[in-house]
């Protein structure tokens, strides 16, 4: 029986807002932004546990404000696919390929969903903010081996972090480092899914 895949979302199918949209919309640059934001309300409201408000209210550690409704139609309006990455989703579905999402990310999935129709290829149901649990905690990937009743070597792994990669190699989970849709597509050939 084929793996099922597991899929990172951010910079591995689609655009992350936060590398380019959200320092431009501040006039800041990547590094800048890093220093000046709340790591700690990102990481509660990617987890579930804090209200967008709330996020937004202590996006950045000196508490400035900024005009919320204007920040969050930019971030809304910027997904897109990576290059090659929907007609690559597209193909492994047509050959009936079970794949779901396994990513760190807030409610805003849902503005990705809205824009790209992501659940066409892949299902939303690891998302942190539902199960509260974040790559690369070993938790998140049990969890979502369990709920789908597969082991662990059963599932295929795919992300843009080495970190969560080494993560899942650790529970016997098989893993592709991402780069870009043509060195993952001669990866998953190899492994007979295409």
């Known amino acids: 029986m084929p793996p099922t895949l597991l899929w990172d979302v951010m910079e591995t199918l689609v655009t ?89 990310y807030p409610v805003w999935y849902t503005w990705i969903e809205e824009r790209l129709g992501m659940s066409k290829y892949v299902q939303w149901d690891f998302v942190s903010c539902r199960t509260g649990l974040r ?15 597969r082991e662990p070597c059963e599932c295929l792994f795919v992300d843009d972090r080495s970190d969560n990669c080494d993560a899942a190699r650790t ?10 849709s043509g060195s993952l597509r001669v990866e998953l050939k190899a492994r007979n899914l295409l």
């Not at 000196?62 to 897109?80: K, L, M, N, P």
């Not at 529970?171 to 870009?180: E, N, Q, S, V, Y």
């Open 16 to 104: 992350d807002p936060f590398r380019h949209v959200m320092p431009r919309f501040f006039g800041l640059s990547l590094p800048q932004l890093l220093a000046a934001k709340n790591q700690h309300a990102w990481i509660a409201f990617e987890k579930g546990l804090s209200s967008e408000e709330t996020y937004l209210r202590g996006f950045f550690q000196d508490g400035r404000s900024f005009d919320h409704d204007a920040f969050r139609a930019r971030v809304r309006a910027s997904y897109e696919w990576l290059p090659g990455m929907r007609e690559l989703l597209a193909e492994l579905r047509a050959r009936g390929r079970a794949m779901y999402a396994l990513s760190n």
């Open 135 to 149: 790559k690369p905690d070993r938790r998140a990937y049990l969890n979502a081996a369990a709920c789908i009743g």
């Open 171 to 180: 529970l016997a989970m098989d893993a592709l480092l991402f780069k870009d």
